[in-house]
Nanobody
Framework: QVQLVESGGGLVQAGGSLRLSCAASGRTFSSYAMGWFRQAPGKERDFVAAISRNAEIYYGDSVKGRFTISRDNAKNTVYLQMNSLKPEDTAVYYC?????????????????WGQGTQVTVSS
């Protein structure tokens, strides 16, 4: 079982930046796809970004050009650099991992989840 721990959330003004980190336990980090999802109050958990074990990258339409996902296999960590933040980016951000080769944008297909970190963007 992979354990995921997110950090880096907080309160930021619109237009600002934050970098989220997700540290994973275990020795097989490099073989997992890693993803970020977010969930605002009363809404479904939405896909934000993902990076496959082969470093293929996918972004949700609402964050393309503003967010960047990356991974450091030596540190068992995946990052989400968030720039030009908007109030509508406010949500709890979750890190996820899965052993699937093909990235699935549906959160129900991801196996392991972190506890989430709150991101609040003020206008």
């Amino acid at each position: 079982q992979v354990q995921l721990v997110e950090s880096g959330g907080g309160l930021v003004q619109a237009g600002g930046s934050l970098r989220l980190s997700c540290a994973a336990s275990g020795r097989t980090f490099s073989s997992y796809a890693m993803g970020w999802f977010r969930q605002a109050p009363g809404k479904e958990r939405d896909f934000v970004a993902a990076i496959s074990r082969n470093a293929e990258i996918y972004y949700g339409d609402s964050v393309k050009g503003r967010f960047t996902i990356s991974r450091d296999n030596a540190k068992n960590t995946v990052y989400l650099q968030m720039n030009s933040l908007k109030p509508e980016d406010t949500a709890v951000y979750y890190c996820a991992s899965d052993s699937a080769t093909v990235i699935n944008l549906d959160s129900r297909h991801w196996t392991n989840w972190g506890q989430g970190t709150q991101v609040t963007v003020s206008s």
